[in-house]
């Protein structure tokens, strides 16, 4: 996929999620272009910000205009703080998860796979039901970025299996090996309460379902855009083909 593709998915992401909100709502956001992030280099001895979780020991030291880049909710919680080079603000949150904070921490400084590594030990894709919970971390803390990313990458990882059913030998013993975890991240999506969440846990579903029994690309595409119709994009240019030829 190239990188046109990519801003084509971002800016659908946000045109689906973020429909309607107000022009004020709108104008408090984190920018929706990719190509305005721009990651620098920040010193751990000029952080200014203390992120912490209630009830854990753990907690972060962050630049308060890393936090404003990418999260609107830490953006609306520094919004009447006033952050110098002397104050440290303190930020306490509820409910999460430690091991996922810190891989958003990283994330905000370093991207993706550094941050799969450097937390998780990950050199390759993380497993899907982590990259379920971050992406409701990502809703929770109101990141968009952070939210498309890790949709994005679970939708990847549904695509290689859609397209697996090339190897037709191989399919079944692939459906099944994937199944289980995106099952069990489909449930944490969908135990969210959040609109993200089940609306990616209904898709994942609905995709599994359409796959059992199926020993065609043509049809394993099909079934891919009934549950992710917004996302058809990602297979259509590069697969079609494939299906096209299977049939041939």
Known sequence: ???S???LGLHAFFDHYYQGLSNWRRSLMVDSSIEDVVRTLYLPSTADTCVSIEGHESSWDLHAEVLRRYSNFFRRALARSFVGNTTIENINLHGVN???????????????????????GYTTSLPVE?????????????????????????IQELVDV???????LAFNYILR????????????????????????AQGIKDLFKDLEGVHNLRRAIEGFMRAFPDEDWMLEDHYWRLANDSEA
């Open 162 to 168: 859609v397209v697996s059913v090339e190897r037709q």
């Open 1 to 3: 996929m190239d990188y």
């Open 130 to 154: 982590t990259m379920a919970m971050i992406l409701l971390l990502g809703d929770y803390l109101d990141m968009p970025l952070l939210c498309y990313e890790s949709r994005h990458r679970i």
């Open 177 to 200: 090996l994937k199944q289980a975890p995106f099952v069990r991240a489909a449930d944490i999506l969908h135990d969210s309460g959040t609109i993200l969440g089940e609306e990616l």
């Open 5 to 7: 593709d990519y801003l």
């Open 98 to 120: 430690p091991d996922i904070m810190s891989f958003v921490a990283s994330w905000m400084y370093n991207g993706w796979n550094s941050a799969a590594a450097r937390v998780f």
